[in-house]
């Protein structure tokens, strides 16, 4: 399964209730006529001054026609995963907002429609049907620029929803203290105790969510951060305390251990293979 998927929906015949299984999120952007949505805890109707974010699961879904009998939206699905890497790219501009109380547990947002969602929808529709990267990239940055947007206008909204999702607040507690973290040391015990969660649990969820063990993931983001500060022009001496190292020594270790050189080598190396480079082109 695509991990986003654009379908536009037309349909001539009143869909009786419907039992429907999502195996995604998905934004419905209703043009012409009348949504139902029922799930285990919580009932909406969706209008076509409305649009509306569902939540993976189970669901019941009538369709209710206009008066010209065309029943027309757009839908655009996206893992939840995607959801919550953005979130936790954002977090820093988004901790003042609180889930709203009475929106907690419903799997449902539902949005008035603006100017704004008017033109993006239409936005949606020029970017067509398509497959390969670059379509798929295209993607991506409509499913950020709408986030985006939402983020700023309703962000305790989209919160509420985030938590909705038991497994998946818990992995976004995660992601967000794991990654907002990476230079701070925390210990393990530090880190699961932020999360509301044993050690062993925390470590089980850490390996399902980035295929790694916690000291691999730190090691490697580290360097990666210290490799892109030297590619900056900023020297290891400078670099070693801003990756979380309390001295050179240990962070020049630390860096031949992932890039097989010390941070001295790779700069004299990154040199050698840009000086080759500016001697191809002359």
């Known amino acids: 399964m695509h991990r986003l998927h654009l379908q536009y929906y037309v349909s001539e015949r009143r869909a009786p ?7 995604q999120n998905f934004f419905s952007f209703l043009e012409q006529g009348e949504k139902r949505v029922i799930y285990a805890n919580d009932t909406t109707t969706i209008k076509e001054n409305q649009f509306v974010l569902l939540s993976a699961g189970h669901c019941l879904m009538t369709e209710k026609l206009p008066l010209d ?18 979130l936790v790219r954002h977090a820093a501009n988004i901790n003042s907002a609180s889930p709203l109380t009475g929106s907690m547990g419903k799997p449902f947002l539902v949005f008035e429609k603006d100017a704004f969602i008017e033109n993006y929808i239409a936005s949606l529709k020029l970017t067509g049907a398509g497959q390969g990267p670059l379509w798929e990239r295209m993607l991506e940055l409509k499913l950020e620029e709408l986030l985006l947007y939402l983020i700023q206008k309703y962000p305790a909204e989209l919160m509420a929803f985030q938590a909705n999702h038991e497994e998946a607040a818990s992995d976004f507690q995660i992601r967000k203290a794991v990654e907002l973290n990476i230079t701070n040391n925390l210990t393990l015990e530090e880190l699961a105790f932020l999360c509301h969660t044993s050690v062993s649990t925390f470590k089980r969820r850490f390996l399902r969510l980035y295929n790694d ?35 050179h020594s240990g962070f020049s270790q630390a860096f031949k251990q992932v890039y097989g050189m010390s941070p001295k080598e790779f700069l004299q190396q990154h040199l050698t293979d840009q000086r080759q480079l500016l001697g191809d082109q002359e």
């Open 17 to 23: 209730r419907t039992r429907v299984f999502l195996p």
């Open 69 to 86: 009998n065309r029943y027309r939206s757009t839908m655009f699905f996206f893992d939840h995963a995607m959801l919550t890497t953005f």
């Open 213 to 247: 063990t916690p000291s691999q993931y730190f090691l490697k983001q580290k360097m990666a951060l210290a490799r892109s500060l030297l590619l900056q022009h900023e020297k290891p001496g400078e670099i070693f305390y801003k990756v979380g190292y309390e001295n």
